[in-house]
């Protein structure tokens, strides 16, 4: 603990005396800026990793590099970020464009050539240094909603040499912001059996009260032993009413700082532990993101300025004391949570757990588990901690616990296949059974012989899915057999019940054409443009796959003068 501490210690010293450029950058957009997510708040498995900008529910913005540079990575997926484009910058700084609908005309030629080369809507490119460089003021792309992108919006991004993402913020960037955060539920958390909050060991919710000047106060509690607390907040800019992430936060016990963490840096290999950090359990089953002021075994999170106790307070019987929490956004305003704590032992029955039909894990081991016709392995610190687990295999499903426990590691689910029939073999995949419905999401699914293998990053129901359906698809602006002259763009909608689709090719007249996927709204767009269609009379062919092979062919005849 010491070594961490010191540790902590001299990376957050060397963290706060970087001096970032304040005049440097520019805006990547010239309309005011108005944040939609804010760096580091709280996502799915990661921490967001940079500043998402409203542009104003539009697609089509000029995208600026925000200082010259050169173009050092390019990509072009269609989840994700979508289409991105990196720029390195003279100072060291690399500035990143997401969820783009297009790029600069000299740019997007660029691509285009590396696309037709490939016959791949998805590629990656990384130029020479000098190979395509940018002024200052330069349009560089144009604003969009491409990958993994849930409306129109840039993502933006500054990392630093090390690849670690930084907030924006810290550079400059202006934006409106009076409001002081909102908190809406505290809980408290025993840390150990010999430990209690008002009679109750575990997760214990208390009575927030808002109070008239914006602070909060918790109704007094009663608690023994080893206590950590956690706290749901967000926040909000001026100008917008999203929900945005907090940029840090401090607690106190008795006037001492306890600990103390803040949201302006991070590396990638780290975000997984986002998992950590909150109450995975309450995500899981409430959708709700409670923020722990206590470090836990296994939590490596760089975020932490300050930790004593690992954030935990040790209260005595017979004592009052006084614990706070501040919660601050980027801008400097505050919110203050306070809880009156009377420390007073008391007897309580100790917690019975029936582990009977449960399987015992060892964190720091790698586990095999077995039953039936399917195998699971748990490579070594899969989970952060010692843990019982729910296992049981009946009628080709897997029961592998409530997904309620975090994973720091993915563990491969493996089935044999001998008893299925052959034909069948290459149309079976695994599948995680989603949601009240159990609908089944496809896993990424490998055969070798009689054996499926698939990769999950959670626990959950598992189960193998029989597809033999391929996938179905239809034009949406034409038919077979018009004259197509004034056209700009083919659109098709293609659709798969079951595995998904995993991959289309499309030709006129025996040459590939570039079709661009959008997985969201389940479209293919043929742009005209492109000049691979030269001929008057053009047959055109769409071959759609799903992810176990199934196949689906679309072929149509038009015309252009």
């Keep these: ?24 950058f520019r805006s990547p957009l010239d309309i005011e800026l108005i944040p939609s997510g804010t760096f580091a708040e709280l996502r799915t498995n990661h921490f967001h990793a940079g500043m998402d900008i409203k542009t104003q529910q539009r697609e089509g913005l000029n995208v600026y590099t925000v200082a ?20 390195t910058h003279p100072n ?55 990958g993994s992108s849930g409306g129109p919006h840039l993502h933006f991004e500054i990392r630093d040499q090390q690849e670690r993402v930084l907030n924006p913020l810290l550079f400059g960037f202006k934006i409106h912001d009076k409001k002081t955060p909102f908190v809406t539920t505290v809980y408290a958390y025993t840390k150990n059996d010999d430990s209690f909050v008002n009679g109750q060991s575990g997760r214990v919710e208390l009575r927030l009260i808002p109070n008239k000047n914006k602070d909060y106060t918790v109704e007094s509690i009663n608690a023994y032993g080893d206590i950590g607390f956690g706290v749901i907040s967000y926040d909000q800019q001026d100008l917008a009413v999203n929900q945005n992430g907090i940029n ?31 109450d995975y359990e309450l995500l899981k089953t409430k959708r709700s993101w409670v923020q722990k002021l206590f470090v836990e075994k296994g939590n490596v999170l760089s975020l932490y300025n300050h930790l004593d106790n690992d954030g935990y307070v040790a209260i005595a019987d017979s004592t009052a004391s006084v614990y706070k929490i501040k919660i601050k956004d980027f801008h400097g305003n505050e919110s203050w949570v306070t809880i009156p704590i009377n420390g007073k032992k008391m007897s309580k029955a100790p917690k019975v757990v029936d582990t009977s039909t449960k399987t015992y894990i060892f964190s720091e081991h790698p586990t095999n588990l077995n039953e039936k016709n399917v195998t699971v392995y748990f490579p070594s610190n899969s989970f952060y901690e010692d843990t019982f687990i729910d296992f049981k295999v009946s009628n080709d499903t897997l029961y592998l616990h409530k997904d309620i426990i975090p994973l720091q590691k993915n563990v491969n689910i493996q089935y044999d296949v001998s008893n299925h029939k052959d034909a069948d073999k290459d149309k079976l995949y695994i599948a995680e059974l989603i949601g009240n419905k159990r609908y089944p999401s496809y896993l990424n699914t490998k055969r070798n012989g009689n054996i499926l293998s698939a990769s999950s990053n959670a626990l959950g129901t598992y189960t193998l899915v029989r597809d033999t359906q391929g996938p179905k698809i239809s034009a949406t602006n034409f038919q077979d057999g018009k004259w197509l002259s004034n056209f700009r763009y083919l659109k098709f909608k293609i659709t798969d019940d079951l595995s998904g689709i995993s991959n289309y090719r499309a030709t006129i007249n025996g040459k590939w054409i570039l079709v661009e996927y959008e997985y969201k709204a389940n479209t293919l767009t043929f742009d005209f443009n492109d000049n691979v269609a030269t001929d008057t009379k053009n047959e055109l062919k769409l071959v759609v796959t799903d992810n176990v092979g199934n196949s689906s062919t679309f072929e149509a005849t038009f015309f252009r003068k």
């Design 68 to 87: 010259e540079g050169y173009v050092s990575r390019i990509k072009v997926s269609h989840y994700g970020y979508g289409k991105v484009i990196y720029i």
């Design 248 to 278: 840090g936060l401090t607690t106190f016990y008795n006037g001492n700082k306890k600990f103390e963490m803040d949201f302006n840096r991070f590396a990638f290999t780290e975000t997984r532990h986002i998992n950590r950090f909150i």
């Design 92 to 146: 060291g700084y690399t500035s990143v464009y997401g969820h783009l609908s297009s790029y600069a005309p000299i740019i997007e030629a660029y691509v285009k050539a590396k696309q037709y080369h490939d016959e791949s809507y998805e590629v990656e490119i990384i130029p020479e240094v000098d190979e395509i460089k940018v002024k200052e003021d330069e349009i560089i792309a144009y604003s969009g909603n491409t």
């Design 1 to 24: 603990m010491k070594f961490l501490f010191l540790s902590l210690f001299f990376t957050t010293f060397a963290f706060s005396q970087v001096d970032y450029p304040q005049d440097y």
